[in-house]
């Protein structure tokens, strides 16, 4: 058997973020994840939150890497994986009652960041809820010397990446009509904020 698209992160933070999800997301019925990379998260979810429909997406030329894990889930509440760039207008599909991103709004530029919102604040229902995993900055501050390492590292890899002001995404979410519910501490310098719509 080939092994699958691994990351270790995920194996590492997956068990503190379902421990919120399974709170934020109770009464919700579906979720749509942006960039869900290797799919673990979308499994791990999907196998412990088995009242939700989980609908993993990713970019289109990484929904190789997302595909194999996916197919291999043994339940039914994993949708197939979809292809979907967040700077696309409109999305390729509706907005369920919550969306989950984990580790994406560092990566692609502050610009998506912002279309990502646009969307939401247009096709988004009232009471919709989101919730998005990562590190954030705080009065324009790193959290930690790593996070400050890790946006370095970043901005030589691609310089429209970076670690987002928590201020900047959550003014963002507010012109959107989403109030933060929660902001988590995760391990490793990351949060979990939870908007509700
Ligand atoms: C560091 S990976 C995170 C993957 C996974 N969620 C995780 O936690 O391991 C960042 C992801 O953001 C995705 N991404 C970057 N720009 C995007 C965009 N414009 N729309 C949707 N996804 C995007 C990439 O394809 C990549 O899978």
């Known amino acids: 058997m080939t092994e699958l698209p691994f990351s270790q992160s995920c194996e590492n933070n997956k068990s503190f973020i379902l421990d919120i999800l399974r709170e934020a997301f109770a009464d919700r019925q579906e ?9 673990q998260h979308a499994c791990h979810f999907a196998a412990n939150m088995p009242w939700l ?8 030329e990484h929904l190789p890497l997302l595909e194999p894990r996916c197919s291999a889930y043994a339940g039914t509440n994993l949708l197939p994986p979809l292809a979907l760039d967040v700077r696309t207008c409109p999305w390729p599909m509706a907005v369920p009652d919550a969306l989950f ?4 709004l560092h990566i692609m530029a502050f610009s998506a960041v912002e279309l990502l919102f646009e969307v939401l604040a247009r096709d988004a229902d009232a009471d919709t809820v989101l919730a998005v995993y990562g590190p954030f900055n705080y009065n324009g501050q790193y959290t930690s010397p790593s996070n400050a390492s890790f946006d370095q590292w970043l901005a030589q890899r691609n310089p429209d990446s970076a670690i987002r002001d928590f201020e900047a995404v959550d ?3 507010g012109s959107a009509g989403f109030a933060l519910q929660g902001d988590h501490e995760m391990p490793a310098h990351n949060r979990l904020l939870v908007w509700r719509r």
């Open 31 to 39: 979720v749509l994840e942006i960039a869900s990379g290797t799919g």
């Open 53 to 60: 429909r989980w609908q993993p997406t990713e970019m289109p």
């Open 101 to 104: 991103s984990a580790n994406s």
């Open 171 to 173: 003014r963002l979410a």
